[in-house]
């Protein structure tokens, strides 16, 4: 069996598909990924010893120079990540079985078209349920194309939410597809997300209520425990020479010139509570400027390993970084900008596994006011019990379902 998986987008969109093909490995199946070029990306497939193919440019670049919300240049570049799939992720796929995909929509929509022209099996991914049309939710909004405050029923945004992805992308998903001799599509998302769309979110931690969806919750994909990377020496002994630190990172999260103030926020917070720090730069570049024996800064770190081993988890709210805090037991404070952020704040704080900054912008104040509670026995006691509900197999469990329904068991 072939598969071929295809994601764009920073980390958290990455990592996901790099442990569902370790898992689709481990079942048998060949497996290779497309992904941007970014080095990162390719030493994380390496070391999982999957084949990745390079699509489009680099990310890393474009998440910490383009304004957030701003819709510049958004044209073009929707029309060069869809080019890509039916480029290099086509060529990838050529002779596959299946083909799966995840990230924004010009990618999802283009990889859907390009398993039309092979006719091979598609399947939508997503790790977010914020993005899936549904009546207990509104709809993330696009750039540039904000939706009408004054319209409050969710199934009419989501109408509207439709009809705005057809005027973005419809006749420029239409050109490529014609360019392949296939016919238009007149729904956009609908033809990228399928009516059974794949979600990798954990249901202890986002349970999926019943929808028009035919939505398949598989759990969240975590690479193996035996393929988890050891510590960094330095990170092992700054552990090793004192109590359990707070760990503060946020992500591929753009912070801009907020950067300097958000991590002289985070030290002062964590030092309030006579608790040590690791930092962790991530693609805004946090820097503690007064870093002292109880403050270490740290690059690239699996966080399967790190968070079993801190007291407490301050973090962006990505889907990933939320999931493998909750997967280690650690109590977490939300600090949501954007996107699925706010999302993720909320789940935490309704499963009283942590708390939900007040606000994008910490300031030591806010940030000590949020952690206090986190780091109550009583916090830590009930994210201890939510880590026993988290699945461990999710990577597993789709790739054995993936293949199983390819072979038609």
């Given at each position: 069996m072939r598969v071929v998986l295809t994601a764009y987008g920073a980390r958290g969109s990455v990592e996901p598909m790099a442990a569902l093909a370790v898992g689709l490995r481990e079942a048998g199946a060949e497996v290779r990924v497309c992904a941007p070029p970014d080095e990162e990306f390719t030493e994380l497939l390496a070391a999982c010893g999957v084949p990745s193919v390079p699509v489009g440019a680099p990310v890393r670049p474009l998440v910490t120079t383009v304004r957030p919300g701003s819709a510049v240049g958004l044209a073009q570049r929707a029309a060069d990540l869809m080019g890509a799939q039916f480029g290099p992720v086509a060529e990838a796929?050529?002779?596959?079985?299946?083909?799966?995909?995840?990230?924004?929509?010009?990618?999802?929509?283009?990889?859907?078209?390009?398993?039309?022209?092979?006719?091979?099996?598609?399947v939508y991914a997503t790790h977010t349920p914020v993005v899936l049309p549904a009546p207990h939710q509104p709809p993330p909004g696009r750039r540039g194309r904000p939706l009408p405050p004054d319209v409050k029923d969710n199934d009419e945004l989501w109408d509207l939410d439709a009809r705005l992805a057809n005027d973005m992308f419809g006749a420029m998903l239409g050109a490529f597809r014609d360019s392949v001799g296939l016919p238009p599509v007149d729904d956009v998302r609908g033809h990228a997300f399928t009516d059974r769309p794949w979600l990798s979110a954990d249901p202890a931690l986002s349970p999926w209520p019943p929808t028009g969806l035919d939505v398949v919750q598989t759990g969240a994909w975590f690479r193996p425990r035996a393929a988890v990377r050891p510590l960094p020496p330095e990170v092992a002994a700054f552990l090793e020479a004192g109590p359990p630190p707070v760990y503060v990172g946020f992500g591929s999260t753009p912070l801009g010139a907020a950067a300097p103030d958000i991590a002289r926020a985070a030290?002062?917070?964590?030092?309030?509570?006579?608790?040590?720090v690791i930092v962790a730069r991530g693609w805004a570049g946090l820097e503690p400027a007064d870093g002292g024996d109880d403050c270490l800064t740290v690059g690239e770190t699996d966080h399967q390993a790190l968070f079993a081993r801190v007291a407490a988890v301050v973090h962006h709210g990505g889907a990933g970084t939320t999931a493998a805090a909750a997967r280690a037991g650690a109590p977490q404070v939300v600090v949501a900008r954007s996107g699925d952020q706010p999302y993720w704040a909320g789940r935490v704080a309704a499963l009283g596994i942590g708390t939900a900054h007040d606000g994008p912008e910490p300031t030591p104040g806010s940030l000590t006011a949020a952690l206090a509670p986190a780091l109550r026995p009583e916090t830590r006691a009930r994210a201890e019990a939510v880590r026993d509900a988290v699945r461990g197999d999710g990577a597993a469990k789709a790739a054995a379902r993936l293949l199983g329904e390819a072979a038609g068991r």
């Open positions: 796929a050529e002779g596959c079985d299946v083909l799966v995909a995840t990230g924004p929509l010009p990618v999802t929509a283009g990889a859907r078209s390009v398993a039309d022209r092979l006719g091979v099996r598609y030290v002062e917070a964590v030092r309030a509570q006579g608790l040590r």
